[in-house]
């Protein structure tokens, strides 16, 4: 039953996966593409929630294993819906376990480092899923729809010689380096299409409980549209690779964005398979030893203990 699950998951994913070393217009991609396997909202609510269950258990064993870690980096244009889809997914897992970071202007410490440096202290620890709301891809995006932004990044003339394509192969190469010390680089583009963000916009404006989300810099930003399809066409093509490979989701219906990134997700958790402690003859026998004293200290038919209770016992405290 488990291969069938992992079978079904991979085959519905696949279509959304962008080939390494494709050459993506993201024009090419339809933000209300439906599955055969998902056609109804009704039917992707339970899909989601299996999804979900999936990832609660997958968790416990990747945090009880401490050898992987898993970071998930969601990028789209502003309603998007990231905010919502990190809700609903992760929904079901030990909050403990699950860390999410979000990247908004840089700092002044942060600009007097690497352009790397700030993602690179967010980065989750082995046994952790972290989760980028916005991420380092952010670099070769709105930095590349406004270049002005690159004067507050204090670089040198030379390095601002082919910076895109440069930037590309140091990400591609720092994504590389996580993979091989054992944290998987997961990439979801949440695809929304021109209309839908307008719609988006107008429910913030119209409704008074959502008017907090919306600033008249994201119309500002709506207005580079076309310079945004283009970089993130540019961005698909150049850093999907074979060990952090880009999944662009369509995002136009919230419900199928979240079951796709769920499944995703899920998909990376079982390919790491990460298993819970095997525990040693020695350990086993002193769990049986623990378990017969705790058993001994079990009250008799009259409700008495039938040992005398350490002083700091009764009072909760640790003995």
């Known amino acids: 039953?488990?291969?069938q699950r992992a079978r079904r998951i991979s085959e519905f994913i696949e279509p959304l996966r962008v080939r390494p070393g494709r050459s993506v217009n993201l024009r090419d991609f339809d933000p209300r593409r439906h599955s055969k396997a998902v056609r109804k909202k009704k039917q992707g609510r339970e899909l989601l929630q299996t999804g979900i269950a999936m990832l609660a258990d997958y968790q416990a064993r990747l945090a009880a294993q401490d050898t992987y870690g898993v970071l998930?980096?969601?990028?789209a244009l502003d309603a998007g819906g990231k905010d919502g889809t990190i809700r609903h997914v992760m929904s079901g897992v030990n909050p403990q376990g699950v860390?999410?970071?979000g990247f908004k202007v840089p700092s002044v410490e942060?600009?007097?480092h690497d352009y790397l440096w700030r993602y690179a202290?967010?980065?989750p620890a082995r046994g952790d899923i972290g989760i980028f709301n916005r991420s380092h891809y952010e670099e070769v995006l709105v930095v590349r729809v406004h270049p002005e932004l690159l004067d507050r990044q204090k670089l040198p003339p030379e390095s601002r010689k082919k910076i895109w394509h440069r930037r590309y192969r140091e990400i591609n190469d720092w994504e590389h380096y996580l993979v091989d010390n054992g944290f998987r680089v997961v990439k979801v583009f949440l695809n929304l299409s021109y209309e839908e963000q307008r719609q988006r916009f107008l429910r913030r404006i119209d409704v008074p409980e959502r008017n907090w989300k919306f600033s008249a810099a994201d119309v500002m930003e709506r207005r580079r549209?076309?310079?945004y399809q283009d970089a993130f066409s540019e961005m698909l093509s150049h850093t999907s690779t074979s060990w952090a490979p880009w999944y662009v989701v369509p995002a136009d219906r919230k419900w199928m964005g979240r079951i796709c990134t769920a499944a995703i997700l899920v998909h990376t958790l079982i390919e790491l398979d990460p298993q819970f402690p095997t525990v040693s003859d020695e350990a086993r026998a002193r769990l049986a030893d623990a378990r017969t004293e705790l058993m001994a200290q079990a009250p008799d038919a009259g409700g008495h203990r039938n040992h005398r209770v350490p002083a700091g016992a009764r009072h909760g405290a640790a003995v």
């Open 121 to 123: 202290a967010r980065l």
């Open 110 to 112: 942060e600009l007097d």
């Open 1 to 3: 039953m488990a291969d």
């Open 72 to 75: 998930l980096c969601l990028q």
């Open 99 to 101: 860390h999410v970071a």
């Open 225 to 227: 549209w076309n310079d």
